[in-house]
């Protein structure tokens, strides 16, 4: 029987997923933080965070323009970084500090080296500690006007260093002082279920890296019966967000599946140890960075040999 095949090139497997898609749901994970972070924190804390989308979204642009290339913007990926970006920072500072990260994060960790995919670490993250060293003052700054009046100007993670108790179910909901989108453990929840029904994130990361911080941090401690401290723990100093927004991170997270594990056990020890012993209390940012830069040692290390390979 005469029969015609159609042969094409690769990829012969197609999805209706996109990019654009992948981070509209990414967007739509952190709108219950921001939501919650406004509420908490008023009207400067939400044009902190459009501030830095807009800033993010020109800079993009304005960089396309100046090299001559497609323009870029209508994936989205800029919008997600400005957002975690004006998530990460503190409600009452300065709007020249979440525009100089956006700038930062987008033209010089992100299209300098080639776009979207192949940036070698997080943008968002990078700009914020590009801040944090640059902006100290502003970034460390948790007095607000309209926030919490409980504990006055100090985080949760202040307080755990400092030794003082408080209640935990504050960290949980969202009642303490810090960064605009950190402060609700729910609405941070809220959000990843809806990337993990998404298939939008891989669990193994996000999951590792709590359980691993956690185990680490009552060990380390010295206070593993003292649940209320471990969990504090968790709830605090951006864990939450940097699990499952920002180590999760497509371009600069392992794609092999033993990777992963490495990974976010990985984030999880250096998490701790640099919680408890460390004097920055943004052990969270920096140890997801360093994480990017050893990635592709992981890969390395845990890549498949291809079939009909020999060992060696």
């Known amino acids: 029987m005469d029969m015609k095949l159609n042969v094409q090139s690769s990829p012969h497997v197609r999805d209706s997923i996109s990019t654009r898609l992948i981070m509209l749901d990414v967007i739509i994970a952190m709108v219950p933080a921001y939501v919650w972070g406004v509420l908490k924190f008023g009207v400067h804390a939400a044009i902190v965070v459009i501030v830095a989308i807009i800033a993010a979204i020109l800079s993009e642009t304005l960089y396309n323009m100046v090299m001559r290339r497609p323009n870029t913007v209508d994936d989205l990926s800029c919008v997600v970084t400005g957002m975690i970006l004006g998530l990460n920072m503190p409600p009452e500072v300065p709007l020249f500090v979440p525009i100089v990260g956006s700038v930062f994060a987008i033209i010089i960790v992100k299209m300098i080296f080639g776009g979207l995919g192949q940036n070698f670490m997080n943008p968002a993250l990078a700009g914020r500690c590009f801040c944090l060293i640059s902006f100290a003052g502003f970034m460390n700054n948790f007095t607000s006007t309209l926030s919490v009046d409980v504990y006055s100007s100090a985080t949760p993670l202040m307080l755990l260093k400092s030794g003082v108790e408080f209640n935990v179910l504050d960290t949980i909901f969202g009642n303490t002082p810090g960064t605009i989108g950190e402060i609700s453990g729910v609405c941070l929840l809220i959000g990843a279920l ?6 939008v994130i891989d669990l193994r990361i996000p999951l590792l890296y709590i359980a691993t911080f956690a185990i680490c941090i009552a060990i380390l401690s010295g206070r593993a019966t003292d649940v209320n401290f471990i969990v504090a723990h968790i709830f605090s100093g951006g864990l939450i967000f940097g699990a499952f927004f920002m180590a999760t991170d497509y371009a600069t997270s392992p794609i092999t599946p033993f990777g992963k594990v490495i990974y976010g056990v990985l984030l999880g020890v250096l ?30 290390i845990t890549m498949p040999v291809a079939f009909g390979k020999e060992g060696k």
């Open 271 to 300: 998490t701790s140890i640099f919680r408890l012993y460390g004097k920055s209390g943004e052990s969270v940012s920096y140890m997801i960075l360093m994480g990017n830069l050893l990635v592709p040692l992981i890969e390395s």
């Open 194 to 199: 809806y990337l993990a029904v998404k298939k």
